[in-house]
């Protein structure tokens, strides 16, 4: 894994930078963690194309090597990389499964290890400590499954006899990844398995992506949208697939899709400008609204370019719903800074218990910076200002950013980065048009995009990593 340096001076964009080759973006982290799930839980051999190589990753790879899944190929990932599935049923491991932060190695792995017999207990770091599955193992325990948890967090010891299945009540509105948790195990199921979503249901497009995996590999799933509830076929298991190609990580490209929109240079993508299962790519839709002349075209070798033109006038503020795109709301509120107009985005509820709380942290890091940030809460207008102590009030759940495309009301800072990836990603487009902005503990990128300090300096040639 890469090495960087502990505060890394973000150098202002200069360009254009005039890129000839293109800018390979890493496997999505979705997209990859669930089909390692599944591939190991398959019965056969999978190799996987374009696994994405991280810290993320990695740790899910570690627990299901000990669980006995078999791996063939070099670690970590490049290339093709084999899984040779365990058929539905994982050893006993005494020791503790330890996934560091990485949430969905978390989540599903607490779902998965009902397939095992006897006693597991998965744990992370501190901050994976503080993070809610509570939602999650009160299911579990609907359908008998004996499972404790440290007050509603990680530790989480399961006590495995199989998986029932059954009707399971859970609520839609903290974490999509409960709900694909439970789908993920479910064809192992001793009958059909029906989940039932009370509330509103967040980033419905990352469900959407697990039913879609599980069918590539054989599961039988039926969703009745208007009545939120999913249906899993028992009995059928997976089966090992002769290849799987992973696409490239909308999230990860969401920097360079702001980068162009704030720098108006182009940014050519290895391989097509295509994410077919991922909310995170509606992004460009909207930096498009905002520019009204960002496009995608084929660049050399028929590859994706995504760029904004040169225009007069400055990007336009937005009012999005981004509840299906959570992930890159930090990305939009630091684009929102260069912007005309106050950017108002909603929805977001779920951003407060990823890797950090990271509408705090957006609030925290912004206005470091000069700007100006209030919180906004459900569809109405009002603006709600921190606490006098500068915390975010709880009913915050979205975020309004006044922009300002002078530049003149902000100055550099040296912005903290919560051991959040995407906040060190998203904070380091305000250095290149803000001065002297310096981002802290910039290794925190390796959980998803191991080497974006690397990329990011094609772009910014005197940026010293």
Known sequence: MYKYPKILEIPLFTGPAKLKETIRIPGSKSISNRVLLIAALAKGSTKIEGLLSSVDTEKMADALGNLGVEFKGDRPFTGAFEVVGCGGKFKACPEELYIENAGTAMRFLTAALTLGEGGYTLTGNAAMQKRPIKDLTEALKQIDIKITDAGGCPPVQIEAHGFAGGRIQIPGDKSSQYISALMIVAPYAQSDTIIEITGHLV???????????????????????????????????????????????????????????????????????????????????????????????????????????????????????????????????????????????????????????????????????????????????????????????????????????????????????????????????????????????????????????EVLKKFLPTLEV
Not at 332 to 355: Q, S, Y
Request: charged residues 20%; negative net charge; aromatic residues 10%.
């Open 203 to 453: 980033s419905v497009t990352y469900v959407e992506m697990t039913k879609e995996i599980m069918e590539a590999f054989g599961a039988t799933v039926g969703w009745d949208y208007k009545n939120q509830t999913i249906t899993i076929k028992a009995g059928t298991g997976y089966k090992a697939l002769s290849s799987y190609a992973v696409e490239a990580d909308a999230s990860s490209a969401s920097y360079y899709f702001g980068l162009a929109a704030i720098s108006s240079d182009v940014v050519y993508f290895d391989d097509a400008f295509e994410f077919t299962s991922q909310g995170d790519a509606g992004l460009y839709n909207i930096l498009r609204s905002m520019s009204r002349v960002l496009q995608v075209v084929k660049g050399p070798n028929g590859t994706g370019a995504m760029f904004q033109r040169k225009f007069d006038g400055q990007l336009k503020a937005v009012e999005v719903d981004m509840n299906s795109m959570s992930d890159v709301a930090p990305t939009l509120a630091v684009v929102a800074l260069f912007a005309d107009g106050t950017t108002k985005i909603r929805n977001v509820g779920n951003m407060r218990i990823k890797e950090c709380d990271r509408i705090q942290a957006v609030y925290n890091e912004l206005t470091k910076l000069g700007a100006s940030i209030w919180g906004l809460v459900g569809e109405s207008n009002e603006f709600r200002i921190a606490d006098p102590d500068g915390t975010m009030p709880p009913e915050v759940d979205g975020l309004a950013i006044l922009g300002d495309p002078s530049c003149e009301s902000f100055h550099g800072a040296d912005l903290d980065t919560y051991d959040d990836h995407r906040m060190a990603m998203a904070f380091s487009l305000a250095g290149t048009k803000i001065k002297s902005v310096r981002i802290k503990d910039t290794d925190c990128v390796t959980k998803t995009f191991p080497n974006y300090w």
